[in-house]
């Protein structure tokens, strides 16, 4: 990955201030890294040892626009370990305080999904990114591709788990779904709000619609009509509303009893992670392993009348 010029410096000086305070915490993790037993493993030993388990269950590494490394040097001696939804910079402050200089992330650390273009290059908080990572001896690096190859998909088995529903999860069917006992659509979006811990829900449709099939799916309306075409009810993760939202009204103006619930990316596929964590652990028994949320980005006020 390019390398920002190192004697550049932020330009906006109260973010500058903010980062170099962040950047001050991690002292510490650097000298224990420093300190830590001959030969550790590095990160990147990490991963060849990663890829050899995916391989023997049979998801053979292959070209990703995704995966790799994304941010810090890869031949880093690993101390710890975090698993994560997304790298986010709590995320990676938090990886430091609990001695983890190796970020294992689902998302990309630089929010569009690759490693930043020219013109994120110069932003301020990619910088601040970057700057972390390499002065406080870190690496992230990204799995999106290969986790979700792996059978049963961790991502929404996780998600099943986290739900309370997965002895109700088919996961052989195409889409794959969840036969729940008949509750109404507002049961499901209540069910879902507590069970993820957030009131960061939304619903379209009906909510007395009587439900008994709920089928997952991803965050686009192709994925989402196949859905729509034999289950009462689309489990969706930040699928765009100008698309799903508006089919869904045309469709009910059309008397067709359907119905979306919709939670965000990372309500979506933050449990497949926390599966990921546990996955790791015998891989590297003498290295720390954790599972650290990235957490809802959003906040629902409440209402006071």
Not at 162 to 190: C, F, H, N
Request: glycine share 8%.
């Amino acid at each position: 990955m390019d390398r920002i010029d190192r004697d550049k410096s932020i330009s906006r000086r109260g973010f500058a201030q903010w980062a170099g305070t962040a950047l001050a915490a991690g002292t510490a993790l650097a000298g224990s890294a420093a300190a830590a037993p001959a030969d550790p493993l590095t990160a990147a030993q990490i991963v060849d040892l990663i890829k050899a388990k995916l391989a023997a269950e049979g998801v053979v590494w292959g070209p990703s626009n995704f995966d790799g490394f994304h941010l810090g040097d890869p031949n880093v001696p690993v101390i710890g370990v975090a698993t994560t939804f997304q790298s986010t910079f709590q995320v990676l402050q938090r990886s430091l305080a609990a001695r983890k200089n190796f970020v294992i992330s689902h998302e990309s650390t630089f929010w569009d999904g690759f490693d930043p273009v020219e013109v994120m290059m110069k932003d301020p908080v990619c910088q601040a990114k970057i700057r972390f990572a390499e002065q406080n001896r870190m690496a992230v690096w990204r799995i999106h591709d290969h986790w979700h190859r792996r059978k049963p998909d961790p991502i929404f088995v996780g998600l099943a788990r986290k739900l309370g529903w997965a002895e109700y999860y088919q996961l052989d069917t195409r889409p794959r779904r969840y036969e729940i006992p008949e509750m109404s659509l507002q049961e499901v979006a209540r069910n879902v709000q507590r069970k993820l811990g957030t009131q960061n829900v939304v619903v379209v449709g009906d909510r007395n619609l009587r439900v008994k099939t709920i089928g997952d799916c991803a965050h686009i309306l192709s994925s989402v009509l196949p859905v729509l075409g034999t289950c009462d009810v689309a489990l969706v993760g930040e699928t765009p509303q100008h698309d799903t939202f508006e089919y869904l009204r045309d469709a009910m103006s059309l008397g067709m009893k359907k119905g979306v619930v919709m939670i965000s990316h990372e309500g979506l596929e933050e449990w497949g992670m926390q599966a990921c964590a546990d996955w790791l652990k015998p891989l590297i028994p003498g290295i720390p392993v954790e599972w650290i949320a990235a957490g809802d980005p959003f906040q629902v006020p409440t209402i006071r009348v």
